[in-house]
């Protein structure tokens, strides 16, 4: 069974930042899209961000100018920098990543708490 590792949350302070990171070691055939999803207590899981095998990147509103996604092909890593991190953006987050045009795989989840 395919398992993404997540890693890179924890607890910054309002302003700081965090950089995730997400690695795909078992998915056999083609990584198509990569991504990151949140989910904060009481509410939907939300995109944040993904990127297309060919470097497409969609950002969600509330994470434009301040994240940033990347990934490395040779690793089936993604990651996402973030910067100027608000207490809004406290969730759990979690990694997706399409592979095959079909099959679906998500990360475990990384809590992010930011808090003064």
């Known amino acids: 069974q395919v398992q993404l590792v997540e890693s890179g949350g924890g607890l910054v302070q309002p302003g700081g930042s965090l950089r995730l990171s997400c690695a795909a070691p078992?998915?056999?055939?083609?990584?198509?899209?990569m991504g990151w999803y949140r989910q904060a207590p009481g509410k939907q899981r939300e995109l944040v961000a993904h990127?297309?095998?060919?470097?497409?990147?969609n950002y969600s509103d509330p994470v434009k100018g301040r994240f940033s996604i990347s990934r490395d092909n040779a690793k089936n890593t993604v990651y996402l920098q973030m910067n100027s991190l608000k207490p809004e953006d406290t969730a759990v987050y979690y990694c997706?990543?399409?592979?095959?045009?079909?099959?679906?795989?998500w990360g475990q989840g990384t809590q992010v708490t930011v808090s003064s």
């Open positions: 078992g998915i056999i055939g083609t990584i198509n899209t």
């Open positions: 990127i297309s095998s060919r470097g497409t990147i």
């Open positions: 997706r990543v399409v592979a095959n045009i079909a099959d679906v795989y």
